[in-house]
């Protein structure tokens, strides 16, 4: 229940700031605002994967490593799709998938190829 209340306020703090006038500030209150919900929603995701003890300082200590940990990774995975997709030869084309394509849209109309 508490978790909705906080999404609410954070959507309402969001709506006052847009109508803000400047543009400058819209955009910062947003991404602000974008942010705020990634953390919280990040920490719901991590907070339920995983018992923590926020009660004592050692807990609390034990539950930053871990999230910052599986923050990390994320990034870490992250980097290395991007990289995989930039070393990816985007323009060569074996026409496979092409050719097997334009063979199924001939034998369902009943025409011949080329």
């Known amino acids: 229940m508490i978790s909705w209340i906080i999404v609410v306020v954070l959507l309402v703090i969001g709506i006052f700031a847009i109508r803000m006038n400047h543009f400058r500030h819209?955009?910062?209150?947003?991404?602000?605002?974008?942010?705020?919900?990634?953390?919280?929603?990040?920490l719901v995701v991590v907070s339920s994967l995983n018992d923590f003890d926020l009660k004592t300082s050692e807990g609390i200590m034990d539950a930053g490593?871990?999230?910052?940990?599986?923050?990390?990774n994320g990034f870490k995975n992250l980097k290395t799709i991007t990289g995989n997709a930039i070393g990816m030869d985007w323009t060569s084309t074996n026409g496979s998938f092409f050719d097997n394509s334009d063979d199924v849209g001939e034998k369902e109309s009943g025409k011949k190829g080329k």
């Open 26 to 42: 819209k955009i910062f209150i947003v991404g602000l605002l974008l942010f705020a919900l990634f953390l919280y929603g990040s």
């Open 65 to 72: 490593k871990l999230y910052f940990g599986w923050l990390g």
